[in-house]
């Protein structure tokens, strides 16, 4: 929770020109997923980035705004909980994922480590894509000050780092990674596009917009996005998405990753665009990971075949392209944490 307090103080002093001192309800909107940790890092952060002014104290000895945080059941979200599900199509290129050489190759390089891991644990059925929860297991613990067992080892803590790597990589990745996006991080860019867009539309959109949520959102938006790491995100990471409005009247995006308290965040280029990058081109080079219809596009290709399906593209089409960025005049941020 101090963590997310601390990056909401952050927040405040990156926005300090831009947002209100003190809480509005217009400027702000903030959604998160349906966990008790995800919402209460949500409550957290926005104690460090709204502290109350005292007009806004209820109490004396409370330094304390109270500011909604919504949600949605998580059999209904299909937007912050990834892998998003139920998807037909998603499972099938997971399968096909499978039988890739870099699947099967880190299987067999890992099928001795693995059964280690599941004597010593008690666990079954271990595999690449579930040995993720005994690192996090033991992420945690070691976060805490909490004393490993014996046979976790630095060496082997470092192994499982790497296969939870792995198994992002996985879910997002690998294989066919452009239409794994149209039907995962995809859903979630085309909403915060959406938001971008509306915000360079209207003044009457929220100055900020949060999503409070997990790793996997993360690394499927940024898989999406193609500029995944290939590491974990540290707790309270945020991914930021800024928004600004030219002097010519034109709207550019520019994209940072908070991922260590200690440094700013780091600019993130989206391929095919400079940093500042204009909105219709952002919009244009990311056109191919947007899914036109969700639903449709996670039929099987047998269930879809006499419908008039429009064929999803296998890679992603990058035009290089200059693009003159004139000075900043306003910003209106979103992020993703």
């Not at 109490?59 to 909980?81: C, F, G, M, Y």
């Not at 959406?194 to 898989?223: E, R, W």
């Not at 219809?293 to 089409?317: F, H, N, V, Y």
Request: net charge neutral; aromatic share 10%.
């Amino acid at each position: 929770m101090l963590q997310h307090w601390e990056l909401g103080q952050a927040l405040r002093q990156r926005y300090s020109s831009f947002l209100n001192t003190s809480y509005h309800r217009q400027e702000i909107y903030v959604r998160s997923t349906d966990f008790d940790r995800t919402l209460m890092s949500a409550e957290a952060n926005l104690a460090g980035l709204f502290p109350p002014s005292e007009v806004q104290r209820f109490s004396a000895n409370i330094s304390w705004q109270p500011i909604p945080v919504h949600t949605v059941p998580v059999t209904e979200d299909r937007l912050l909980k990834f892998p998003l599900g139920p998807c037909p199509r998603y499972e099938q290129l997971q399968n096909e994922t499978r039988q890739t050489p870099e699947y099967q190759n880190k299987s067999i390089q890992n099928a001795q480590f693995l059964d280690m891991v599941a004597n010593e644990t008690g666990l079954t059925n271990l595999t690449l894509e579930t040995i993720w929860n005994v690192y996090d297991t033991l992420f945690c613990e070691q976060t805490h000050g909490l004393l490993l067992p014996p046979w976790a080892s630095p060496q082997t803590v470092q192994r499982l780092s790497h296969l939870k790597d792995f198994s992002f990589l996985f879910l997002f990745g690998i294989h066919e990674q452009v239409q794994k996006a149209r039907l995962q991080g995809g859903v979630l860019l085309a909403q915060i596009l959406k938001n971008l867009t509306q915000m360079a539309t209207t003044s009457q959109f929220p100055k900020l917009l949060v999503y409070s949520a997990h790793d996997t959102t993360l690394v499927a938006l940024q898989m999406a996005l193609n500029v995944y790491n290939g590491k974990q995100a540290p707790y309270a990471s945020c991914h930021i998405f800024e928004l600004y409005r030219e002097d010519n009247g034109n709207f550019s995006v520019e994209m940072y990753f908070r991922n260590d308290s200690k440094k700013a965040p780091w600019p993130l280029i989206l391929p095919g665009c400079p940093h500042r990058c204009p909105l219709q081109d952002f919009l244009r080079l990311t056109e191919s990971v947007i899914p036109k219809d969700w639903q449709k596009e996670c039929q099987l290709a047998s269930d879809t075949a006499d419908t008039g399906d429009t064929l999803i593209p296998e890679k992603i089409r990058v035009t290089r392209k200059t693009c003159h960025s004139p000075a900043t005049s306003t910003s209106l941020p979103a992020y993703v944490g």
